[in-house]
């Protein structure tokens, strides 16, 4: 999947070598919860179907290409040719050769092949969509624009056409839309490309609303090269103006209508000259569109100094869209490098700790993760805003954060940051009463109202347990240095940044790169202290009522909801524990030894218990609850154990010099409560879990429990990530396989069943598109914890092969004991 490059274009082409996996869907242009299209039945042809919002939805998106030579159209994308005559004199109607998709992190490409037999002669075209991921530059990161970019090369005259519709601005098909054709003066001196912009929008917008998961305000920008031809009008008289003619008439029709009132669909179309006259050689060219969704305000939020409605991150280096999109669409070259830099280390690193497939799964997840955010705030204080996409709607959830968050502590750490700021600001401003971790910050996105009334959903000891492990892991990531290194440097040609800010940012040079801490005059271990520092009352706080309630934990919900509530559920005891464990190292980081000793003890002698509760008779298994004998439960908690570094051996002192850490650095907490055993959760642990979960695969992954075969696949690799190599790279393959031959036919679903044809579970769940695939990133994030030393800890797993395990014996077995033995009443 590294990018390459088209041999006449030059250093802008951004397309990815073959990608190993056939996933059922692929994004296109993902951006936000709001600018999110996808391609999908992505296995067969792209023209076989509309292209979707993540809902499902679909979304007029057409392109089709026209050969004058031929005078023959060829649908690329959609279905704008069941709006043709199947026979016209004018033109003759076929289809394309098609190469097939690859992608990265960044860019989905689909390749076709056009050829005029008669003549000798072709040409290939790819439609290349890349939203960029740029872990060095927020700023660019955080700009609500995706690019599409027409590659060409052959030696045959090709004219593509593309347009979009009314079902990008709203979710009511029945509601009014209005749009108008911009053309921005640029001078010559400026060194800006000449544009051309259609504006689409509801006619009368209602602020921070949706209808059907759609966003009812805001303004799509379709931005296109000054010498493009366009077109706006009704969708038969448009498509078959260019099927006939090859071109478009440069005419905008009237404004507003219904979106299905004479359909009107809003066109662009661009020329390529490739022929020459002995059609000897082949010539290459391009040209840029992107998509941007401009919303102000782009969410209401329960800050500290009340409800407000807040600014979109980039029009504090803006003073209007118009200049935003016009660096943007002239940063691609900026944009490229960053993001290719990002899909070539990421490939790197997935390659080494898993497989092809782990590389095409990593970086298939990537955009999905943004498609569910939004970024506010200002350059030194920006702020990221998550929406829980499709499971219901609620804003910044914890327990969706939280299987995300390995994504960010690869990729950017400090991006973690700002996702938990929302959560930390409100919850210190005493607007939520309770004495637990919140839930959510608000009901539905993108109203962040809170829960004033304490009545959000009920996972205590789920979220306290998730906000202290992201505390201490992003205090661990941003003290070592461990996120992967990038360069920082932007490219020769990048444009500065004229910014509307009345001082230059401290934290973000002239061309919008991301200054390090050294550059700022700080460090990270300050950064760290000073962040749980400002916290630290609410971890105490989280602490304490894990303390009450972690160790035999009452009936709740934990983070998988849709399995319903459970009491003394041994997984979630395991957070909880780990958890308190955490916070020993929090209490230290800010030089409370006193602290951080009691609330080790308390979590060693909480994970002696634990065992004793959680552990089968037999030693062979977690069981789901301490008193359902004969019960299962993939233990995906384990995973912050081993994150957390507390399953380093001999941990007392220095971790060693590495290529992450100082000689004179340690671990976070140290010697804190000079505890006499080695490491926290002992290995015995971990060895059953790995040789349970090698004799309890399925088809098409790790079910999550014994209560049926559905999986998630966040948890299977939290779970894998802390296994042998040989059990790993089973659940890898199974995972694999599942993207291969899944009959699901929406964006990446978290939730399925591991049998049968991979579908949704049998309850009709069905999740789709959300940001929890983060966790797809675990194995990357574990190995770089530690200063690298995390996965060192678990080499004992590879010593020996897993073994084998009648499971339905050993079920059946504890099952006839009854209750007999310990259990949590004798505490």
Known sequence: MKLHLLSAVGALAAVANASTLTPPVLPLVVRNPYLNTWLTQ??????????????????????????????????????????LEKKDSRYNLSYPHYDGATFDASTTNLTYTIANEGAGTEVKITLSFMSPI??????????????????????????????????????????????????????????????????????????????????????????????????????????????????????????????????????????????NEHNSSSKADSARFTFSLIQDPVVQYASSRGLTQMRPLWASYFFTAEDMLQYHYDDFKTATKLAGDYSEQLAKDALASGSEDYKDIVALSARQIFGATQWSGTPDNPILFLKEISSNGNFQTVDVIFPAFPFFLYTNPQWLAYLLEPLLEHQLSGQYPNDYSMHDLGTHFPNATGHGDGNDEYMPVEEC???????????????????????????????????????????????????????????????????????????????????????????QLCTDDFAGWLANQTNLALKGIVGIRAMSDISSLVGNEREAGEYRKIAEEYIDKWQDFGISRDGTHAK?????????????????????????ADNKSSLGHSRFWGEDQTRLGGDSGKSSRSTFIPDKIYQIQS?????????????????????????????????????????????????????????????????????FPESGIAFKARPVVGGHFAFLALERACGGKAVEGLRFLDVAEPASIDVQAALEAERREGTAGKGPSEL
Not at 624 to 648: E, K, M, P, R, V
Not at 693 to 698: A, E, R
């Open 42 to 83: 992505a296995r067969g042809n792209p023209w076989d179907h509309w292209p979707i919002f993540w809902t499902g939805s679909t979304f007029g998106f057409g392109i089709l290409a026209s050969v004058p030579d031929t005078k023959t159209v060829y649908p690329l994308l959609g279905e704008p040719h069941a709006f």
């Open 134 to 275: 740029t872990p060095t530059s927020t700023f660019r990161q955080a700009l609500p624009a995706s690019y599409m970019t027409f590659f060409v090369e052959g030696n045959l005259d090709v004219s593509l056409f593309v347009d979009i519709n009314g079902e990008w601005v709203s979710g009511n098909r029945h509601n009014e839309i209005a749009w108008s054709l911009e053309k921005p003066e640029v001078s010559e001196r400026s060194g800006f490309t000449p544009l051309k912009i259609w504006k689409i929008s509801r006619q009368y917008q209602q602020h921070l609303t949706e209808f059907d998961d759609q966003a009812e305000w805001g303004t799509l920008y379709f931005t296109a090269p000054a010498d493009v031809e366009h077109q706006s009008g009704e969708i038969y008289s448009v498509y078959r103006q260019f099927a006939k003619h090859g071109n478009l008439t440069n005419d905008v029709d009237s404004s507003p209508r219904r979106m299905f009132d004479r359909e009107p669909i809003f066109a662009y179309t661009k020329h390529f000259k490739l022929q």
């Open 465 to 555: 347990g998730n906000m202290l492990i992201m505390g201490l892991a992003l205090a661990n990531a941003l003290r070592d240095g461990s996120a992967a290194v990038y360069a920082r440097e932007a490219p020769a040609s990048t444009l500065r940044l004229q910014s509307g800010l009345p001082e230059k940012p401290l934290t973000v040079d002239e061309y919008g790169m991301d200054r390090s801490f050294e550059e700022i005059g700080t460090t990270g271990s300050k950064v760290a202290t000073k962040w749980v520092q400002r916290s630290y009352s609410l971890w105490k706080k989280w602490t304490g009522y894990l303390v009450r309630e972690s160790l035999i934990p009452a009936n």
């Open 624 to 648: 789901l609850s301490y008193t359902w004998q004969g019960s299962w439960t993939t233990l995906y908690n384990l995973y912050a154990d081993a994150l957390l570094c507390f399953h380093i």
């Open 691 to 759: 040789d349970w979960y090698h004799n309890v695969l399925q088809k098409y992954g790790l079910p999550l429990d014994q209560r049926n075969l559905q999986t998630k696949s966040d948890w299977e690799f939290f779970a894998a990530a802390v296994t042998s190599k040989k059990t790993r790279s089973e659940i890898l393959q199974h995972v694999a396989r599942w993207v291969n031959e899944t009959s699901t036919d929406i964006p990446f679903t978290d939730l399925y069943d591991t049998e049968g044809t991979g579908h």
